[in-house]
Structures are given as structure tokens and as C-alpha cells.
């Protein structure tokens, strides 16, 4: 077996561009590309495989009740819209390819490490949702919205 030892390597047509083959493998790890933009990868088990692009988080941010966004991180989201007490609106940077998107979401009460057990509800608002943003509402018992202490929200779908 032979070493290849560079430290940049320059597409032949195209500088940024370098055609590998199908099914290429880092360490024992297979990738095989599946189409353009699409790749699948080999899954823990050794035979069932994984797409990259399907299997990843498309948004997520986590915020506080009254509507602000948390400083430490957030990924693909513009801004948040807080429209009345527990109800909220994350608007995306880039839109998902349309409004099919899924969506998780957590909350916490209370301001300890653990916050408190609290019965809350986090209500997926499905009719106000669209390619562009995706809607909460975090309520007491299902019934009272409620301002929450922190919410995280995650987004998988395909971007536009």
C-alpha cells in the first residue's frame, strides 16, 4: 500500500473541485455518494447505512421565556418572534425546502440545575408553520401559556 503525504490538494479542471469515487473510505468508515449533494455513510451497526444530509439537525437555537435568544450558540436561525406569553416563532436564516419540516422541542422550569417538576406542555403550533419559520407555544396542563425559564428547538428537513 502506498502513503500520499500533501498538505493541499488542487482539483485538476477545477482548483476547488476533486472527484472521488463513489464509495470512499476514511479510516474503515465507508461514504458513498449517493447523488449530487447527497451522501450516506455506514451506520454503527457495520450494514445499515445512514444519509448525512437527512440525518442532521437543519436549525436549532435554545431561548429563554421572555423571547431572547441564548448567546452561547444557535444554528440557522435569524431571529426569534415572541408574539404574546408562550407563544414563539423561530424564523429561519435559509428556509426549508417547504413547511413539511420536523420539529422537536424541551423546555425547562425553574432556575436550578435541574429546574423544577413542573407539568408543563409544549404545544407544536402545525397551522403556523411554513418553509420559513416554525411555531410553539409552551402552556400549563395543555390549557395556560406560559413563559418557560429555557426552550430548545430542533429543526430536520431539507433546506431550499
Not at 11 to 31: L, Y
Not at 38 to 44: N, Q
Not at 81 to 104: C, W
Request: hydrophobic residues 35%; glycine residues 10%; aromatic residues 6%.
Amino acid at each position: 500500500m502506498s502513503t500520499i503525504l500533501v498538505d493541499t490538494v488542487t482539483g485538476k479542471t477545477t482548483a476547488t473541485s476533486v472527484t472521488m469515487p463513489t464509495t470512499t473510505k476514511i479510516g474503515a468508515t465507508a461514504i458513498v455518494s449517493a447523488s449530487a449533494g447527497s451522501a450516506t455513510i455506514i451506520a454503527e451497526g457495520g450494514t445499515t447505512t445512514t444519509n448525512i444530509q437527512q440525518g442532521l439537525a437543519k436549525a436549532w437555537t435554545t431561548f429563554n421565556g421572555t423571547g431572547t435568544i441564548a448567546t452561547t450558540d444557535s444554528h440557522n436561525i435569524a431571529s426569534l418572534t415572541d408574539t404574546a406569553t408562550g407563544v414563539y416563532r423561530t424564523n429561519f436564516t435559509n428556509d426549508m425546502g417547504n413547511a413539511e419540516h420536523a420539529d422537536a422541542f424541551a423546555y425547562r422550569e425553574g432556575t436550578g440545575a435541574s429546574g423544577t417538576d413542573i407539568n408543563r406542555v409544549i404545544n407544536y403550533n402545525r397551522v403556523d408553520q411554513a418553509a420559513g419559520f416554525t411555531s410553539l407555544t409552551t402552556q400549563t396542563d395543555g390549557v395556560t401559556p406560559l413563559d418557560v425559564a429555557r426552550i430548545a428547538v430542533m429543526t430536520f428537513g431539507d433546506l431550499a
